[in-house]
């Protein structure tokens, strides 16, 4: 079988294992938002942090509970990294430095896992697991929350309640990710991922020196990882280890893991609308811009040109031979596509179009599928500025869903879809211009300005994946893109409540024969054509200065 139809066979089971849980689990997740009854540990956690959970919230309220929890998981896991030297199970490392620990800890509570550090020789058992494993359950929830008090908003109408915060938080994460997460543990275990909480070993004689390893619970970092597209791995390799993504089914497993939640969230959307033809449009979108990604990068790294490449079959450079071209592929497309930032190859060692790819996917804003809730709020955000754009084309005022778009909506939009490119190129813009910062580029001209840019993508775009090659590891770049990260996760969640409580207060406009078919295919196209020009309006020009002179030169 040749690499090719290998990669094709992967990407068709790929699409068959998801659509085959897309319809349930997007109904369950519809329930469990949708619910008027509690668990019993559930109304525990409740009693235990004194949150009423049957009073709905406006949207001033939601976001304060938002930015309050996130707050506290900031300061615990700052002060977790700091105390790492006196606490127990710390493989006897030192304490985390002031500067890394404050970019670790916005990182992982802000859904980003960007990691500036080796994680098998900087954090210990407690750190990895009651730090860095609780947030990556915790930043899945609460962008899941936000998603869903946005789907409220177009769903109820006159009132400016959202939900509770803290109702839609737990269960998020104890009927949702928790259960997930526990099977998915199980089969990567079964597979050959490690789950253990061994010290450190030597292994091997190796040039006159020894290797050393040491263990962790892997395998259930390794799910929630991917299920809440979260991305940190407990290697510095990541998901190219074989310890955290031993064979190429899980490899394969993993892919559907990042997926699954984002792609579902559609259905989930569609159901609580009471339409679940608007939710298949929001669907079609996602799937068509991820597939058209998949097919280029595939074609960048399978067709490149050079003798070496066409003996290897293709761009094998930084590519892990266990996974193949077609699956670290579709693994980068994936990753770059929603808030994931796992690896399982080297994405600075793929083409240079096909480095492009992946740093376009960030930049589209990661809503095709996008991250755990980020995607799916994200999206619909695009789907206001494009019935916009329909409205003025025709003449007629806006709606979708049955709500207005006026000028306050769009405001809001608008402000959203600014956020992340101005962090991006501003702050791409001052490490350039500064003299120090260059210095942590490892390779100069084209390149180098792409593993900068790439960095300031990843971080205000919450996504977390390393271009390879930057040293980011420095004052300048974990205070940055610390900034980046915060301002790139909470600034839009402002938005995207306030425009929720927006659409809330609003009363239904009923249904007309001007009235714009949003759940059709021609509204999918429209918006699909409009994600892909603003974005290409908003990048291109710093595109074109780095992986697209790359790539024209090679």
């Known amino acids: 079988m040749g690499p090719v139809l290998a990669g094709l066979l992967q990407l068709l089971a790929l699409i068959g294992a998801l659509a085959l849980v897309y319809i349930p689990l997007g109904n369950y997740m519809a329930r469990v938002y949708s619910s008027t009854k509690h668990l019993r540990v559930e109304k525990w956690i409740y009693k235990g942090i ?62 980003t896992n960007w990691q500036s550090y080796y994680g098998e020789q900087t954090m210990g058992h407690v750190v990895q697991t009651a730090g860095l ?33 803290w109702t839609d938080l737990v269960r998020g994460t104890l009927r949702i990710l928790v259960p997930g997460a526990a099977i998915a543990a199980v089969i990567l275990v079964a597979c050959g991922a490690i789950q253990n909480f061994s010290g450190i070993h030597e292994v091997g004689q190796f040039m006159g020196g020894s290797q050393q390893w040491n263990g962790g619970a892997v395998a259930s970092q390794e799910a929630i990882k991917e299920l809440g597209t979260n991305g940190g791995g407990y290697f510095n390799a990541n998901s190219a280890h074989p310890f955290e993504n031993p064979t190429p089914f899980t490899n394969l ?52 040109h050079g003798p070496a490449l066409q003996a290897a079959g293709g761009a094998m450079e930084g590519k892990e ?63 206001v500025i494009a019935v916009f754009i329909a ?70 775009n919450n996504n977390g994946s390393a271009f390879a090659g930057l040293n980011a590891n420095t004052d300048w770049f974990n205070t940055m893109t610390g900034l980046a990260m915060l301002l790139g996760r909470f600034l839009p969640m402002v938005f995207v409540l306030a425009l929720a409580g927006s ?28 994600i892909l020009i603003i974005t290409g309006l908003t990048y291109f020009p710093a595109l074109a200065l780095g992986p697209l002179a790359e790539g024209l030169a090679s």
């Open 253 to 304: 497993f993993e892919i559907f893991l990042i997926l699954c939640i984002p792609f579902a969230l559609t259905r989930t959307f569609g159901v609580m609308v009471g339409s679940v033809k608007q939710g298949y449009a929001i669907l079609a979108t996602m799937f068509t811009i991820w597939l058209g990604f998949v097919a280029l990068m595939m074609w960048t790294e399978f067709a490149h």
């Open 391 to 460: 409205g003025l084309m025709v003449g007629r005022t806006p709606e979708y869903l049955g709500k207005k778009i006026g000028g306050r909506e769009m405001k809001l939009a608008a402000c959203y879809i600014l956020i992340t490119p101005a962090l991006v190129l501003v702050f791409t813009a001052a490490s350039m211009a500064l003299p120090t910062p260059p210095h942590s580029m490892l390779n100069s001209g084209a390149h180098g300005f792409s593993e900068v840019l790439y960095a300031f993508t990843s971080a205000s």
């Open 50 to 111: 004194g949150a009423n959970p049957d009073t709905d919230m406006t949207w001033p309220a939601y976001l304060r509970g938002v930015l309050a929890f996130s707050a506290v998981s900031v300061l615990f896991l700052y002060l977790l990294q700091r105390l790492q030297g006196v606490l127990p199970g710390s493989l006897h490392f030192s304490s985390v430095n002031p500067a890394q620990s404050f970019n670790t800890a916005v990182s992982f509570v802000t859904n």
């Open 133 to 165: 494993a609780v947030q990556n359950f915790l930043s899945a929830a609460v962008g899941i929350a936000v998603a869903v008090a946005l789907v409220r908003g177009f769903a109820r109408a006159r009132t400016g309640e959202l939900g509770n915060f």
């Open 321 to 383: 031979v266990r996974f193949g071209i077609g699956g670290s592929s579709i693994f980068a497309v994936s990753t770059t596509l929603t808030s994931t930032g796992a690896v399982d190859s080297f994405h600075s060692s793929f083409t240079g179009l096909g480095g492009g790819i992946a740093m376009l996917g960030m930049m589209l804003g990661e809503i095709a599928p996008g991250g755990t809730g980020s995607g799916l709020y994200g999206m619909l955000i695009m789907a």
């Open 503 to 530: 659409l809330a207060e609003q009363k239904p406009v009923p249904v007309t024969a001007g009235t714009l078919r949003t759940e059709k295919p021609l509204f999918t196209g429209l918006l699909v054509g409009a």
